[in-house]
Nanobody, 118 residues
Framework: QVQLVESGGGLVQAGGSPRLSCAAS????????MGWYRQAPGKQRELVAG???????NYANSMKGRFIISRDNAKNTVCLQMNSLKPEDTAVYYC????????????WGQGTQVTVSS
């Protein structure tokens, strides 16, 4: 089994710059893609940012230029630096990872709440 544990959420003022972290542990041979998703109340879960095993990154249009995703392959961690937060960024943020042991499987973290006050 694999566990993804997020940290760094909480209550933030608009314009703030919190940093989310996610650490993967357990039966891991390699981690392929990692990413962050979010789900606001009454809305579907959406991609925030993704980072495959290489150096490329991809972002949802509304996050481009404000959020930065990074990963440390040696530590099996992925981080999301969020800048210039807006109230509409309020959501539960989930870490996601595609992990290979004998086969590849997708895992989710438990989610961390980010609330942006105006």
């Amino acid at each position: 089994q694999v566990q993804l544990v997020e940290s760094g959420g909480g209550l933030v003022q608009a314009g703030g710059s919190p940093r989310l972290s996610c650490a993967a542990s357990g039966r891991i041979f390699s981690i392929n893609a990692m990413g962050w998703y979010r789900q606001a109340p009454g809305k579907q879960r959406e991609l925030v940012a993704g980072i495959p095993s290489g150096r490329s990154t991809n972002y949802a249009n509304s996050m481009k230029g404000r959020f930065i995703i990074s990963r440390d392959n040696a530590k099996n961690t992925v981080c999301l630096q969020m800048n210039s937060l807006k109230p509409e960024d309020t959501a539960v943020y989930y870490c996601n990872a595609e992990v290979t042991w004998y086969a590849s499987r997708n895992y989710w973290g438990q989610g961390t709440q980010v609330t942006v006050s105006s």
